[in-house]
Every structure is written in structure tokens, then in C-alpha cells.
């Protein structure tokens, strides 16, 4: 079956740190995979997506490539701030309906 | 342009009751997604529309749950006899076709509490 794997947190990191979020897929087919945001309060936003193998996302300074070899879509930002304190959602969809499969959040902190 | 709304924001309502959730999708977005958020299960899919028509149910856990869309907009997620697991966010999404993708965009949620 189609499922996301992604890393457990809390993830408590201090202002301008590098951040690294790991995730894994299976899927069967060829997945588009997403990465999502869901900020204190408020409701889920697209983060930034890849739709084929070697692309890579990025959007506010983070970024992801899809590595089809590895089955791996990693969420990376070189200088975290505060305001990325959030959890982070790795997804993927495959198939013509385009449901959404969500791994399990990793929860982000960020410490000035 | 207006994003996806849902009402009621916050429902508590007692077991057994009957409840209805209501979706009201970006202007135009022929596609459109039930999802749950529980602290348990995490986010997990419910059903998919396709204009009126819903061709994937197979997130619904229960006869207990259904949905409908009329003309091509509003969608309504009802729960009859609502039990305590029923708790969670319930959120909707409407799609757009972006590139090579189909992005989904997420409105705020309705937070059921069955007590």
C-alpha cells in the first residue's frame, strides 16, 4: 500500500540552525509528494511539492528533492527563524484521484 | 480571492446525536476532500468529490458517516449517532490543477467534541 514515514518529533532547534525533517514513502505508481505546514492556529498550507523523480521544491527558504532511489523527500532549511515554529506534514498522492496520504507531523520548534 | 470555509468552526455535541459539518470550496474547484485530524490517527482521508459525484469513499469509517455535494460547490459531512471517537478536526479541501500537480488547499476546520 501507499504510506509516508517521517521522523518523530519534537524537533527543538535555536534561531539560524539548520533544519533537516527526514521522510520516506512507499507507493505504488509514481507519487507527486508534498510538504505541508500547519502553523499555531491556524489551518494546513501547502509548503512546497515535487511531481517527479529528481525535482526539487523549495519555497521560504526551504526546500526538498524527490529521490525516487531512496524513496526519500527530506525537508531542509539552511537558517531556521521563530516563526517557522510549526508542524510540518509530509504527503504524497498517487493515482487519479489525488487523495492525499499524510505522514504522521513532526512538530518544529525554534528558540530565539 | 475567498479560500476554502467550513462551519461550524467548533461543534460539541452529546453522544448519540446526529451532526453535519459544512464545506464551502474555492470558487471553481471542481474537486473536493473530506480529511480527519485526530490526535490517534493523525490526518486521514475520508472521501473525494468529483463535481456532485464521489468516486472514492473508502476513508469513511463507518455507515455512520456520509457526505454530499450539491451543485458543485457546498459539501455537507454528516455523522449520525456520533460516538466519543468521533472527536477531531474535520477538514475539507478543494483542488486545483497546478502544472503537473494537483494542489489542494485546506480550509480552517471544524472541531467536533462528543461528550
Known amino acids: 500500500g501507499n504510506s509516508v514515514t517521517q521522523m518523530e518529533g519534537p524537533v527543538t532547534l535555536s534561531e539560524e540552525a539548520f533544519l533537516t525533517i527526514n521522510c520516506t514513502y512507499t507507493?505504488?505508481?509514481?507519487?507527486?509528494l508534498f510538504w505541508y505546514v500547519q502553523y499555531p492556529g491556524e489551518g494546513l498550507q501547502l509548503l512546497l511539492k515535487?511531481?517527479?523523480?529528481?525535482d526539487k521544491g523549495s519555497n521560504k527558504g526551504f526546500e526538498a528533492t524527490y529521490r525516487k532511489e531512496t524513496t526519500s523527500f527530506h525537508l531542509e532549511k539552511g537558517s531556521v527563524q521563530v516563526s517557522d515554529s510549526a508542524v510540518y506534514f509530509c504527503?504524497?498522492?498517487?493515482?487519479?484521484?489525488?487523495?492525499?496520504?499524510f505522514g504522521a507531523g513532526t512538530r518544529l520548534a525554534v528558540h530565539p | 480571492g475567498a479560500g476554502v470555509s467550513q462551519s461550524p468552526s467548533n461543534k460539541v455535541t452529546e453522544k448519540g446525536k446526529d451532526v453535519e459539518l459544512r464545506c464551502d470550496p474555492i470558487s471553481g474547484h471542481t474537486a473536493l476532500y473530506w480529511y480527519r485530524q485526530s490526535l490517534g490517527q493523525g490526518l486521514e482521508f475520508l472521501i473525494y468529490?468529483?463535481?456532485?459525484?464521489?468516486?472514492?469513499k473508502s476513508g469513511l469509517p463507518s455507515d455512520r458517516f456520509s457526505a454530499e455535494r450539491t451543485g458543485g460547490s457546498v459539501s455537507t459531512l454528516t455523522i449520525q449517532r456520533t460516538q466519543q471517537e468521533d472527536s477531531a478536526v474535520y477538514l475539507c479541501a478543494s483542488s486545483s490543477y497546478s502544472g503537473t500537480a494537483y494542489e489542494q488547499y485546506f480550509g480552517p476546520g471544524t472541531r467536533l467534541t462528543v461528550t
Open positions: 468529490f468529483q463535481g456532485n459525484s464521489a468516486p472514492d
Open positions: 507507493a505504488t505508481g509514481y507519487p507527486s
Open positions: 504527503a504524497l498522492s498517487v493515482g487519479g484521484y489525488n487523495k492525499l496520504i
Open positions: 515535487a511531481t517527479k523523480a529528481d
